[in-house]
């Protein structure tokens, strides 16, 4: 596996996200010609991916072109427990024809298994490689074959804040010291700093790990980051201990309705009380993709809402971001799968849920390292995230939680 190492300009696509966000919705056309060497049309493609509400909505309309073009259909299944969905079928053979994959660990995984289908011969890999970032490429490819391929992109370590309440768009916090000092003194009506919700069914955690992910690539720096996934830093190690102490006690401490409210919300809906009266909170923490969900799609970006990157705590890395992507494999190899396939990489059909909101095309986007929990093994991934809602809800001390992710990763990692 490997991270992106390539600067992300984060001002700029931030600031071409927000467009997005005001733009019209598409007409339907997909600017594009998705249509098959064989004649697919009847034929119907499974898919299964984490996308529901409006996610999903958006990538019906994504899809939408292509049907029309091909007469088949999208059988699409949105669910947030995929891993374990994909976990049981790996060995029954009972999966779906394509798939957002959980992350580059669990795709090499699959590749091991004989489950996933290379792309090389399915996609224009030439095509795809000149219009994606190459560090995406290179997490899709497993000894040199393309099992999975990005079709939809988002900025990780956005705060997302009420200008009403006080607005950072001239002068954003240049360090986290300055955003805490800044926040408690613009904190007006607000009930309280931050928003937080980690609810999210059978992945519930995730969105506190991203909390962890981000104080930690700016407190310690993308090289202890990269070998912190990698299991090269164990996670009892002074740097990844001060990343959970900051998050719990800067804002879990400061958090709308305490650890217990946050476990319990959806992360969907956790920005929401920003535009209640008086706001439930001032800051809300998430990704771009957020911009496409809960109340955010009926407000008006730059008025009602607007974001700035995450503060740096050491100015070494000032410049450090973190992205994610999702990412897209073929489990059988049919006619109208892999039409589908080679269909979703296309900048026109990126460009249907770009218009929509609450996505970044893969095409040409670079950040500096990807995703830390995405890329470690399963077992690894799926302990951080529910010790990180153990650890949020008041139930585990740092140091419990901390200890209990070192023995799971003693085995993980040795496998």
């Known amino acids: 596996m490997r991270t992106l190492k390539r600067p992300f300009p984060i001002l700029m696509a931030l600031g071409l996200m927000l467009a997005a966000c005001t733009s019209a919705s598409p007409s339907g056309s997909a600017g594009g010609s998705p249509g098959a060497s064989a004649d697919i049309s009847g034929k119907e493609v ?73 792309l090389d011969n399915v996609l224009d890999v030439a095509t795809y490689s000149s ?12 000894q040199e074959k393309t099992y999975g391929v990005f079709i939809k992109a988002s900025v990780k370590g956005l705060i997302w804040y009420n200008p009403t309440l006080h607005d950072y768009s001239a002068s954003p916090p240049g360090s986290f010291d300055d955003l805490m000092s800044q926040a408690k003194a613009n904190q007006g009506s607000a009930k309280a700093l931050w928003c937080l919700g980690i609810e999210s069914g059978a992945a519930s955690g995730w969105p506190a790990t991203d909390w962890i992910e981000e104080i930690l690539l700016h407190q310690a720096g993308p090289d202890v980051y990269n070998d912190w996934w990698a299991g090269k830093v164990k996670w009892t190690d002074p740097a990844i201990k001060k990343a959970f102490t900051t998050f719990m006690d800067d804002v879990v401490a400061n958090t709308f309705g305490g ?107 670079a950040t500096e390292v990807f995703d830390a929990s995405d890329q470690m093994p399963t077992d690894m991934n799926a302990a951080f995230w529910s010790h990180m809602v153990t650890l949020t809800s008041g139930k585990e001390t740092i140091d419990a939680a901390l200890s209990a992710l070192q023995k799971v990763a003693d085995d993980a990692y040795a496998a």
């Open 46 to 118: 499974s898919v299964i991916g984490t996308w529901t509400d409006a996610e999903e909505t958006a990538f019906r309309a994504m899809v939408k072109p292509w049907e029309d073009q091909t007469g088949a259909t999208v059988k699409y299944q949105g669910t947030r427990a995929i891993n374990d969905i994909l976990a049981a079928g790996i060995p029954t053979g009972v999966l779906p024809d394509l798939a957002g994959l959980p992350g580059p660990a669990q795709m090499q995984e699959y590749v091991q298994a004989g489950a996933l289908k290379p």
């Open 131 to 142: 219009e994606t970032s190459a560090a995406l490429v290179d997490l899709g490819k497993v």
């Open 259 to 365: 650890g217990t409210n946050a476990v319990a919300a959806n992360f969907q809906v956790a920005g929401d009380p920003l535009f209640t009266s008086p706001p439930g909170c001032e800051l809300f923490h998430q990704a771009s993709f957020i911009t496409g969900l809960g109340k955010f799609p009926n407000e008006k970006a730059g008025t009602d809402y607007n974001a700035f990157p995450f503060p740096t705590f050491d100015t070494k890395y000032a410049t450090a971001v973190e992205g994610a992507g999702d990412l897209f494999g073929m489990f059988h190899d049919t006619a109208a799968a892999k039409s589908l396939m080679a269909y979703l990489v296309t900048a026109p059909a990126q460009d249907i849920w770009v218009k929509i909101g609450g996505a970044l095309s893969a095409n040409k986007n």
